[in-house]
């Protein structure tokens, strides 16, 4: 049995549900609920939730599933996006669950956290708050490194596959003095990585009129002492601009990476997404992104299968991976999803067909990223040190440009989470680089390193 005031909170989905669950926990923490590690000890169960494709979907129905009987006095919440497009349904699916919450209504939680207290059976949070705030008072930053910022919520596009505007809603820019003090009080507080969140960060429209655009906040953000990283996802093609390839040159601080999901590599099939930019615009940008003064590295999300993809057409997205030879690229099936318009498309690619491209694709990038990751053996990088891997005996480094380089260094160099590290690449994988700190090889090599 469940005892006193206590939480269990699983997340699926993307940064910024990670992010929002860093305010739920906060909220939860400041209404004197403490969080347990599994939820047969918890007394309130929350699953904050993505429907970004099916199977994703899923998951939350899944882990109900096992709660179905022997629940007694344990309440259980459903969060986010599933939240949000299912709302009250998700009663009749799963009668069990007490709370159904949208991200925009988190500010609410409070109130609807006292009403499960005082017996309410079903509670709903499902309309946006009035004035509703980017951030909580409360936010818990699980990483004492690196901070998420949300600048912008929600989007505007209407992608024919994709359903986060609906989950998601309007688009809504933070005004740009609120996020600048917020990244201010971070690196007052010891974080030096910032992560700038959005469903479309390119988009940034300042409420306050302060910022040009997105590429001006970048560089008023890259302005703030004390911050030694600051990433931004996630970026759309068809509003990225060369002067944010100009800001990442002229500031450092920005980090040499940009996830720019490209979907396919076929004009046409990006026309029926309603992409809004041809094949020929995203290269260009990929042209503009290879001619900066740093190496930047590119990652992409590519889709597989959408209504209508003909074979010619897959070929034009595999032909794309070997011209832009992406550092790392997520890839999906066409997953089809309520309320999105490419319901209505004909031209469905079967379930074995998608799966024969996926498999290919994600060969060819996997060669792609073999090359790419044994051309940096013997490199020397900055590595940010995000923990410790006790079997291997490594530490668990990201460089700038978002690899992860797992690396040796000096017994007794107390812990280096947080801190910056000078490393050599020593052995490369396709999805992680292997080395040494520069300390450790300069022990090596003076023969105090051996055994
Ligand atoms: N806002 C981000 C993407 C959010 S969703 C952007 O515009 O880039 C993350 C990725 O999930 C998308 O880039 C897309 O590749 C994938 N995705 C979204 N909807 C999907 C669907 N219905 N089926 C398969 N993949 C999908
Ligand atoms: Fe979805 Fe397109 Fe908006 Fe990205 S830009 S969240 S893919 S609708
Ligand atoms: Fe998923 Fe919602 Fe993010 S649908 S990808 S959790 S915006």
Same mark, same amino acid.
């Not at 988009?203 to 655009?213: F, I, L, N, Q, T």
């Not at 900055?382 to 291997?392: A, I, L, Q, S, W």
């Given at each position: 049995? *469940? ?10 989905? !993307? ?29 309130? &169960? ?21 709660? @179905?009987?022997?629940? +007694?006095? +344990? ?12 709302? #009250? ?11 159904? !919450? ?19 059976? +079903? ?17 818990? #930053? ?12 929600? !989007? ?6 994709? /359903? ?56 008023? &953000? ?35 990476? &940009? ?23 995203? %290269? #260009?940008?990929? $042209? ?5 003064? =740093? ?16 074979? @010619?057409?897959? $070929?034009?997205?595999?032909? %794309? ?11 999906? @099936? ?18 074995? $067909? ?13 060669? /792609? ?21 006790? *079997? ?5 480094? +990201? ?10 260094? *000096? ?15 020593? =052995? ?24």
């Amino acid at each position: 049995m *469940p005892h006193g005031k206590t939480f269990y909170l699983e997340t699926f989905g !993307c940064q910024m549900n990670v992010h929002d669950s860093e305010k739920v926990v906060g909220t939860l923490t400041s209404l004197g609920y403490s969080r347990v590690d599994r939820p047969e000890e918890a007394s309130l &169960v929350l699953y904050n939730t993505c429907s970004v494709r099916d199977k994703a979907e899923q998951k939350v129905y899944q882990r109900l599933q096992q709660f @179905k009987r022997g629940a +007694r006095g +344990r309440r259980f919440a459903v969060l986010g996006c599933v939240a949000q497009q299912q709302g #009250r349904r998700i009663f009749e699916k799963a009668p069990h669950v007490a709370l159904v !919450c949208g991200s925009a209504s988190y500010s609410q939680l409070p109130v609807l956290v006292s009403r499960l207290e005082s017996g309410d059976q +079903r509670v709903t949070g499902l309309e946006p708050a009035n004035g509703e705030a980017f951030e909580t008072s409360f936010t818990r #930053r699980d990483n004492p490194h690196r901070a998420y910022v949300t600048i912008i919520e929600g !989007c505007d596009k209407s992608c024919a596959y994709c /359903i986060v505007p609906f989950t998601r809603g309007k688009e809504r820019s933070r005004a740009s003095g609120s996020i600048l003090e917020e990244v201010r009080s971070l690196a007052g507080s010891g974080y030096t990585e910032v992560q700038l969140l959005g469903q479309n960060v390119n988009s940034y429209r300042d409420p306050s009129g302060e910022c040009a655009d997105f590429a001006a906040l970048l560089a008023s &953000v890259a302005l703030i002492s004390g911050l030694r990283r600051v990433r931004f996802a996630t970026s759309h093609p068809r509003d990225f601009s060369r002067s944010i390839v100009d800001v990442i040159d002229a500031h450092p601080v920005l980090c040499d990476h &940009v996830h720019l999901p490209v979907q396919s590599g076929s004009t046409a099939v990006l026309e029926r997404m309603r992409r809004l930019y041809t094949r020929d615009d995203y %290269l #260009r940008r990929i $042209e503009w992104l290879k001619g900066a003064r =740093r190496s930047i590295a590119l990652t992409s999300d590519v889709i597989v299968g959408f209504p209508g993809e003909t074979e @010619k057409d897959f $070929e034009q997205t595999l032909s %794309l991976l070997e011209e832009v030879r992406f550092d790392s690229l997520f890839s999906f @099936k066409y997953s089809p999803r309520p309320n999105t318009s490419a319901l209505e498309l004909d031209g469905r690619v079967p379930q074995e $067909e998608a799966g024969r491209r996926l498999t290919l694709l994600q060969e060819k990038q996997r060669a /792609i990223q073999i090359q790419r990751n044994s051309g940096l053996v013997g490199t020397l990088h900055e590595v940010m040190v995000e923990g410790f891997n006790r *079997p291997t005996g490594q530490w668990i480094g +990201r460089t700038s440009q978002n690899r992860v380089l797992n690396f040796l260094a *000096p017994p007794g160099s107390g812990s280096l989470a947080g801190r910056y590290v000078e490393v050599r690449v020593t =052995r490369a994988g396709p999805n992680s680089l292997a080395g040494e700190s520069v300390e450790q090889a300069r022990i090596c090599s003076n023969g105090l390193g051996g055994s």
